[in-house]
């Protein structure tokens, strides 16, 4: 593994532990700064739409400054969202939280473009699930001691935390992250706009297979909660399902990219895609049984986040170079999309029936094997790498 992925990857465990922890905690400081339930609500669906504008210009922003200072712009929204828990404004809290959300937008875009042009192409399956443990593993970790540090000292010294884990962040992306020396030239830019993309049939599947598993994703994180509860399961319940569906994606994500090295992208996601959807159909089939419920939905949560890992793979071999930020960029904006719709379909249906929200996210996702087989196959596949 070469120095730009070794730093990478460490930035990534940082963000991940400040991200986590401020997105966890964000909901209590913000009612304890008066701000009500359905302030919160609309704080957290600004912060989606300035992060969806942030996909698009991200794209053309790592073209122009490069991965590495798109990266350095996204990491600075730590500081935004840490200096908001030094805030006893409703007004401050939230805009600070929708500007985070936006230099967010752009931390997504920079990181995974770094990766796929940083990465060999022998590795880059593994490497491509370690880059998501960032947040999953990374995540684990600074909820856990940042929040008894919360329990302890109070918000005071959880900001101050936050903001040093940020200076951390943002001094290493300027001083120990190589700016990359392959990257789109100026002369090819104007070749990958996102017009000529979209008249890519590539784009267009990497689009579906971006959008289709975080739609049930969007819905998901909102509604397993509030069926696991409804089936008669306790607090410790949903605490233990948020516990098993974590270690099981993190697995999940590193055999998923060991596979990948080893064989192509291929047949791992035709696996993924295809045992999401039965895990999808099989929460809805077993909706009124707590066990099968609980199972299914972490089994589907394994498979979402191991696509997750697999999605910089598939832009890799896909798209030549100066194509790939711009098609990161319109791949995460219907990430978001998928968020929105995923979460405000399936609370529409789910006041309708247990099963519906999961019915129909598994109908939709029986398409998601069936494009991935197509992409896969169509793919050039000697440019995963630099």
């Known amino acids: 593994m070469n120095r730009p992925v070794r730093i990478l990857l460490l930035l990534q465990f940082l963000g991940g532990a400040i991200l986590v922890a401020q ?23 600004g912060r989606q739409i300035t992060g969806m ?53 752009l931390r997504t875009l920079g990181g995974q473009s770094y990766l796929v042009d940083a990465a ?81 049939p590539d784009v267009l599947m990497l689009t579906a297979l971006r959008f289709l598993p975080t739609f049930y994703w969007g819905m998901a994180i909102v509604l397993i909660p509030l069926l696991l509860v409804d089936l008669g399961g306790s607090t410790l319940t949903v605490a233990a399902y948020g516990t098993v569906s974590q270690v099981a994606a993190s697995i999940a994500q590193i055999l998923t990219g060991r596979f990948v090295d080893k064989r192509g992208p291929r047949v791992p996601s035709m696996v993924v895609l295809i045992g999401l959807v039965i895990a999808i159909v099989g929460t809805a089939v077993f909706a009124g049984n707590l066990v099968m419920v609980f199972a299914m939905s972490a089994v589907a949560a394994s498979a979402a986040w191991s696509m997750s890992a697999l999605v910089p793979v598939l832009v890799a071999i896909s798209l030549p170079l ?40 598994g109908v939709l996702m029986v398409a998601a094997p069936f494009v991935a087989h197509r992409l896969t196959t169509g793919a050039p596949q000697g440019e995963a790498g630099v």
Do not use: C, Q
């Open 322 to 361: 100066e194509h790939r930020a711009k098609t990161l960029g319109w791949i995460h904006l219907w990430w978001n999309i998928g968020m929105v719709v995923g979460s405000s379909v399936g609370g529409a249906l789910f006041e309708a029936g247990r099963a519906l929200p999961f019915a129909v996210a």
């Open 53 to 105: 504008l942030a996909a698009l210009i991200g794209g053309y922003l790592a073209d122009a400054i490069g991965r590495k200072w798109t990266y350095f712009a996204g990491n600075v929204a730590f500081l935004f969202s840490g200096l908001l828990f030094l805030s006893d404004s409703p007004t401050a809290v939230s805009v600070l939280w929708i500007a985070s959300g936006f230099l967010f937008g």
């Open 120 to 200: 060999e192409s022998r590795r880059l399956g593994m490497t491509s699930a370690l880059f998501t443990w960032g947040t999953t593993i990374g995540g684990a970790t600074g909820t856990l001691l940042l929040g008894v540090l919360l329990d302890r000292s109070g918000y005071g010294p959880f900001a101050s935390s936050l903001l040093s884990l940020a200076a951390v962040v943002l001094l290493l992306n300027a001083l120990a992250m190589p700016r990359l020396r392959s990257g789109p030239r100026v002369d090819s830019r104007r070749h990958a706009s996102y017009r000529s993309l979209l008249r890519r």
């Open 23 to 45: 997105r966890t905690f964000f909901p209590l400081y913000a009612d304890g700064a008066g701000l009500s339930p359905t302030a919160i609500a609309f704080v957290n669906g």
